[in-house]
Nanobody
């Protein structure tokens, strides 16, 4: 059974940084993509950043230039470095994994709160 375990969320002041990690276990198939989505209260879940196995990346418009996604394929772990955080980045961040058969898996979510 696939499990995605996220860590690294918390409370940070505007302009600060956080690094999220997501480790996948129980994966017995080829991973196509790993990434991060977020959901703020009253809003739909949205893409933050994703990376396919070949290394190509895709970022949400609101985080371009501030967030960086990276991945350790051997460890089946994806990271999200978040810099210059803004209050509007406050949300629950979810790790996502897609197989080459486009099966979707989600982590339990980690809260990121940006507040002074």
């Amino acid at each position: 059974q696939v499990q995605l375990v996220e860590s690294g969320g918390g409370l940070v002041q505007p302009g600060g940084s956080l690094r999220l990690s997501c480790a996948a276990s129980g994966v017995t198939f080829t991973i196509y993509e790993m990434g991060w989505y977020r959901q703020a209260p009253g809003k739909q879940r949205e893409l933050v950043a994703a990376m396919i196995s070949g290394g190509s990346t895709n970022y949400g418009d609101s985080v371009k230039g501030r967030f960086t996604i990276s991945r350790d394929n051997a460890k089946k772990t994806v990271y999200l470095q978040m810099n210059n955080l803004k209050t509007e980045d406050t949300a629950v961040y979810y790790c996502n994994l897609k197989s080459t058969a486009f099966m979707n898996y989600w982590g339990q979510g980690t809260q990121v709160t940006v507040s002074s």
